[in-house]
């Protein structure tokens, strides 16, 4: 089972990006997947999450409105679109995966157990 996270980077406030993330091991249609974020000297926070079945999301209310996450089960892959990025949105960000699927969803990170290594995203002019 492994979960891998890309499409992090440096951008200026404002711009978009778009990150990935690719599990293995596992049919994403069984699974529950989380993104969560880490800033430096800050608990890990839960931004966004999506049910296996794709009908069903969740959003922290600080990100609702510029996050949306989406999933493409053929490429066994999971993303989150970001807009009108900020300072604030400058930290680590991680993909995980709930497995098996209980059927709720929430941004619960003891709900998840499988976690990437992170990709960095980075917001400043």
């Known amino acids: 089972v492994q979960v891998v996270e890309s499409g992090g980077g440096s951008v200026q406030p404002g711009e978009s990006l778009r990150l990935s993330c690719t599990v293995s091991g596992f049919r994403l249609d069984l699974v529950a997947i989380g993104w969560f974020r880490q800033a430096p000297e800050k608990a890990r926070e839960g931004v966004a999450c999506?049910?296996?079945?794709?009908?069903?999301?969740s959003y922290a209310d600080s990100v609702r409105g510029r996050f949306t996450i989406s999933s493409d089960s053929a490429k066994n892959t999971m993303y989150l679109q970001i807009s009108s990025l900020k300072p604030e949105d400058t930290a680590v960000y991680y993909c995980a995966a709930e497995w098996p699927y209980s059927g709720g969803l929430a941004l619960n990170l003891a709900d998840y157990q499988y976690w990437g290594q992170g990709t960095q995203v980075t917001v400043s002019s």
């Open positions: 999506i049910s296996s079945s794709g009908e069903r999301t």
